[in-house]
């Protein structure tokens, strides 16, 4: 089993800037993909953006792109997302997930759709005010 802890989320004013942490622990070796996706209320989960643990190669949002950025500590098995010039738009619960199937089955879309993902975090909010 995997265990996906998020932290700091937050309440911040619009164009504020927000770093989320998440530490996975449980399980031997790295997962496949780390990734970010987020709810608001009423709407469904979207993708945020995620990273390829092996190489470092990231995806994003286009909703995001530019603003945030996603990376990884090795040392402490932690994915991090760096979100900047924040919206109001933004507010929603961010959850973290972890993927750890075999990489063969994976294709270039496939970090950006929940269903890759076998592990998530229970969800931290982000609140941005206008």
């Known amino acids: 089993q995997v265990q996906l802890v998020e932290s700091g989320g937050g309440l911040v004013q619009a164009g504020g800037s927000l770093r989320l942490s998440c530490a996975a622990s449980g399980r031997a070796g790295s997962a496949y993909l780390m990734g970010w996706f987020r709810q608001a209320p009423g709407k469904e989960r979207e993708f945020v953006a995620a990273?390829?643990?092996?190489?470092?190669?990231?995806y994003y949002a286009d909703s995001v792109k530019g603003r945030s950025t996603i990376s990884t500590d090795n040392a402490k098995n932690t994915v991090n997302l760096q979100m900047n010039s924040l919206k109001p738009e933004d507010t929603a619960v961010y959850y973290c997930?972890?993927?750890?199937?075999?990489?063969?089955?994976?294709?270039?879309?496939?970090?950006?759709?929940?269903?890759?993902?076998?592990?998530w975090g229970q969800g931290t909010q982000v609140t941005v005010s206008s």
């Open positions: 990273i390829r643990w092996s190489d470092g190669h990231t």
């Open positions: 997930a972890a993927a750890y199937g075999d990489p063969l089955t994976y294709y270039s879309g496939s970090a950006y759709l929940p269903l890759t993902y076998n592990y």
